[in-house]
């Protein structure tokens, strides 16, 4: 596929991945340096695509000065494996464990969601058909992040370019954006055709507690409409403008599924994964972790809202009404 202009010296460039998600878009950026945005998966039939689509713009690998992710997943990330000695890293300090495969996070990212399943009372079977961080890893990039980026910082030679926190998909999840043009580079956090999901993660450190994602991911959301987007450049899909709308779209879509989550609460109290497994009939059993996510980002949400309350009974999470329904006490987010 040829790389198409995304704007002015924006080049997007399109690489295949092993992942239901499809392919992945990473983006040429050339100002005062050239910059690569995210780094596709670590296969060589990304490798290749990626060596061909430079070629079409009259580049090579040699001629990237730098890298900027804008999340940890390996759909984004692979390919830094791929780059030769010190090609400096722009990336959110949450994106450094997962690069460098940091053992103490990999053994807190087990422990936590070997924990987890069994609070959402997942039977041992299922959890055990779930990928592992291992699996997962396979291909992402071994790296280290040379240089920490966070809202309100410009990476080197990215002068015209802001960035944005927008943890929710991801907790190491940012945004570029240009003023002048509105251009928003965008990852995984607003795609046109697909609504990305909130993942679960684990505490990014040993005594926090875990990020409720759904919820961040809807306060991103909610800061793009805070800015001017003429077009969205996205980690998947075509470039597409009309951000607002769809934004609007989006989180109206998320309050209908609080409400569906919610109706699954009557009499009985109930863990995560009943409702998981009721509501995603065909997807729990392919693809549990996002299930779950779902759920749990919902869940979270009518917690904080004061709709429905959580007990423990043989260390499983069940989940009730509560007789306020509808009081509207998330402080956050109604
Ligand atoms: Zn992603």
């Not at 998966?41 to 804008?70: C, M, N, R, W, Y």
Request: with cysteine.
């Amino acid at each position: 596929m040829q790389p198409i202009k995304a704007g002015d010296g924006v080049w997007q460039i399109t690489l295949p991945t092993p992942f239901a998600i499809g392919p992945v878009n990473v983006y040429i950026i050339q100002s005062e340096k050239i910059t690569l945005i995210d780094a596709g998966p670590k296969t060589e039939e990304a490798h290749q695509a990626f060596v061909s689509g430079l070629e079409a713009i009259h580049l090579t690998p040699e001629s990237i000065d730098q890298i900027v992710l804008t999340h940890h997943h390996p759909d984004h990330t692979g390919l830094v494996d791929y780059f030769a000695g010190d090609i400096p890293i722009f990336a959110h300090p949450h994106c450094e464990p997962w690069l460098a495969h940091e053992p103490a996070f990999i053994k807190r990212y087990n422990d936590y969601f070997r924990d987890l399943s069994v609070q959402m009372g997942v039977p041992a079977k299922a959890s055990d058909q779930d990928p592992s961080i291992e699996d997962y890893l396979a291909y992402s990039s071994r790296a280290s992040v040379d240089h920490f980026i966070q809202e309100g910082d410009r990476a080197t030679g990215l002068a015209d370019w802001e960035v944005l926190d927008v943890p929710g998909h991801a907790s190491s999840h940012i945004a570029l954006y240009r003023p002048y043009d509105k251009l928003l580079i965008g990852g995984d956090l607003l795609l046109e055709k697909v609504s990305s999901n909130a993942i679960l993660e684990p505490p990014f450190h040993d005594n926090d507690l875990a990020p409720r994602t759904l919820l961040q991911y809807r306060h991103s959301l909610r800061k793009c409409l805070d800015i001017e987007v003429d077009k969205v450049l996205p980690g998947h899909g075509n470039i597409f403008s009309g951000a607002h709308g769809l934004i609007l779209e989006r989180l109206k879509q998320q309050v209908k599924r609080r409400h569906d989550v919610l109706s699954y609460f009557q009499a009985e109290a109930l863990p995560v994964f009943t409702i998981a497994k009721e509501m995603f009939s065909k997807a729990y059993q392919s693809q549990l972790d996002l299930v779950l996510s779902e759920i749990q980002g919902h869940i979270d949400w009518l917690v904080l809202r004061g709709d429905i309350q959580a007990s423990i009974k043989d260390g499983v999470v069940y989940y009730e009404r509560t007789d306020h329904l509808g009081d509207g006490l998330c402080p956050i987010d109604v």
